[in-house]
């Protein structure tokens, strides 16, 4: 059947697009895999559909279905086996990991930090905890701003692929994540934080949230294992700096 080849041809392809992300790490956005799919979809039905009775052959199946009263039966339990299918898909695509948790466990996109964490060989307690480097944005702003384009720096080798290049987090992987990363612009996120909310973010990343996050958790890496210290402020600064966002204060 010209249907089943053409059903057996897309999903290979669908699984050719997936496999760099399984084998290598390195997945598609899945924006970008939907549109490939798409052309190829197209491109595969043209192809198929060159003359006209191979456009009979393709389709004769579909019509056979829905027309023919000795396929009744068929087109009965085919309409109401679609809907059900299409319910459980929506359904196990809005629980958390893709279906692998309760559909209760609502993620808490900003849970409580613990109060103190070990990096580099030291423990940092986080709810006294300052930016060390934001100081001299009134003692020596020259020096502040060199922090800030070194932060830029290292946010642009690093983390923009999935925060996006403008810090709304649209980066080039985001689609491939789940969650999405949040967008740094606007005053509804960082801009309510204490930057020792966010140290603790990117030092311990996705693996250091709390149980409460599960089962949605986070796809930060654990930056604590690639920068340093300094990096880490650094970034912070860039960050705030880029959006336009101040810290929030601990007397606040």
Known sequence: MQILKLFIFILGSYIALKLPGLLFSIPIPSSLVLLYLFFI??????????????????????IAIVTEPSKRRTRNILFAVLPFLAALLTYFAILPDGGGGSINGFRVVHPAPPSAIKAWGRTYDLTALENPLRVFKSSDPKL????????????????????????????????????????????????????????????????????????????MPVWEEKLSEDEVWKVILFIYDYTGNSPREWSK
Not at 148 to 170: P, Q
Request: aromatic share 14%.
């Open 41 to 62: 979809t197209v491109i595969t039905v043209l192809v198929m559909t060159t003359s006209e009775s191979s456009a009979k052959k393709l389709f004769a199946p579909v």
């Open 144 to 219: 502040f701003k060199r922090y800030v384009k070194e932060g830029g720096d290292i946010y642009f080798s690093n983390c923009f692929f999935c925060h996006g290049a403008k810090l709304d987090g649209r980066g080039q992987y985001a689609h491939a994540l789940n969650p999405r990363p949040l967008t740094f612009q606007g005053i509804d996120t960082i801009a309510q934080l204490q930057e020792s909310y966010v140290f603790w973010r990117v030092v311990k990343g996705g693996p250091g949230l709390p149980e409460l996050s599960a089962p949605w958790s986070s796809s």
